[in-house]
Each structure stands twice: as structure tokens, then as C-alpha cells.
């Protein structure tokens, strides 16, 4: 089994849990919801990732793609509530291995860096509020694009001096992650959060349910 140096993770989904988080934050801030939460989520990945083409901060994503999503829902929310939504991001909770898992890591000899199509702002508080222990970080706002653009995995390995060689990109996202990661070279652990059925066109080195599990693998 090869070895690596360097673990890269996605955050939102992986590390934290965007389908919770996001759910519960639209609920705050629009009011009760009839629409049931896979169907909610559905809908809202359908609108945010036309929002992710021409790059604009995460947060302005954020807003828009909530924005839409009401407007296409025909509801008419409090005035603000936009901004509590985008604000609510820090407050995604972590999935419950997370931490540990990350401490785990980091004393077996990995370096640990998120991979994040996120701002700077919103990655670091939510990095303080979950105590989560990692090396480094790459955002959207720090090199203007959104996975599955190249831009995060270029950035890190420019950063850290790293051969692909030495990576293992660890995600729950085909879409934004494994298919990206294949196209560079660097091999892939699939973290499957949500019970998701793996495409046939991604061959991820690792399959885990948890970032526990794959923890064990790799020790």
C-alpha cells in the first residue's frame, strides 16, 4: 500500500455536516419548512452550484443560492434573513469523530490541510468553534475558483513543495473532489457521509462510512 505524507480534506460534508447544518439554518432563518430535508437539499445544491460558476466570495454564494431558493419556493421570508443564513455557517455542527479523528491523524505522522470552497472568514470560525486540528488550509477566496476547478490542489501543492505522489484527498463529494483528484494524479479516500452509491467512473484508493473508519484503514 502506497504511502503518504499528506492528507487533504474537504470540510463541508466531510468534516462538518452541510446537509444538517444547512437544513437546520434555513429552518432558523425562513421559518418552518414543509418540504422534507433530502428534498430541501435537492433543490438547494441545484441552486448553488449555478452560483458557483463565475467566481464571487462564498458568502455572497451563500446569500444568493438562500435568495433563489425561496423566491422558487414562492416564500416570502423576514427581512435579513439572508445574512442570518450566510452568518449561520460556523455553526454547522461537526460529525462526531471529526476531532478526534483529525488528533488521531495528525500523531500518526500526517499533515493535514482542508481544502475548502469556502472565504477565509468562515473557514477559520468554523475550524475554532469544532476544535478542529489541521496543518493548513486552501479556500475559494484565496485562489478565485471553486472545486472542481484545479485551483485548491494547485495552491497546496505550490504551498507545501508536495508530489501527488505523497496526497491522499479525503472528500465525500464526487463532483467537487474524487473526479477533480483523479484528473491530477493524486489518489482519493471516499468519506461516504450520506450513504450515497458510488459512480462507476471514480476508483477512490480508500471507501469509508466515517472519517473514524478510514482513520483505522490508514493506521
Wanted: glycine share 8%; with cysteine.
Amino acid at each position: 500500500m502506497r504511502e503518504f505524507d499528506y492528507l487533504t480534506f474537504d470540510c463541508y460534508g466531510t468534516l462538518i455536516d452541510w446537509k444538517s447544518g444547512i437544513a437546520q439554518s434555513i429552518s432558523k432563518a425562513a421559518g418552518r419548512l414543509s418540504m422534507p430535508p433530502e428534498k430541501l437539499m435537492e433543490a438547494y445544491v441545484a441552486v448553488e452550484r449555478k452560483q458557483e460558476g463565475d467566481y464571487k466570495k462564498y458568502g455572497e454564494v451563500l446569500g444568493n443560492t438562500f435568495n433563489a431558493l425561496m423566491a422558487e419556493m414562492k416564500l416570502r421570508v423576514p427581512k435579513g434573513a439572508s445574512a442570518q443564513f450566510v452568518g449561520s455557517v460556523p455553526d454547522w455542527p461537526a460529525f462526531p469523530d471529526t476531532a478526534d479523528s483529525l488528533r488521531m491523524l495528525g500523531k500518526m505522522g500526517y499533515r493535514r490541510y482542508i481544502l475548502s470552497n469556502i472565504d477565509n472568514d468562515l473557514l477559520s470560525a468554523t475550524i475554532r468553534r469544532n476544535g478542529l486540528e489541521v496543518d493548513g488550509t486552501v479556500t475559494a477566496e484565496e485562489v478565485g475558483s471553486y472545486k472542481p476547478s484545479f485551483g485548491h490542489w494547485e495552491r497546496f501543492l505550490r504551498k507545501t513543495g508536495a508530489g501527488v505522489e505523497r496526497v491522499l484527498h479525503v472528500a465525500q463529494s464526487v463532483y467537487h473532489d474524487l473526479v477533480p483528484a483523479k484528473k491530477l494524479g493524486i489518489e482519493s479516500a471516499w468519506v461516504n457521509r450520506y450513504r450515497d452509491r458510488l459512480p462507476s467512473y471514480v476508483a477512490p484508493l480508500f471507501l469509508a462510512d466515517s472519517l473514524r473508519d478510514l482513520t483505522l484503514l490508514l493506521e
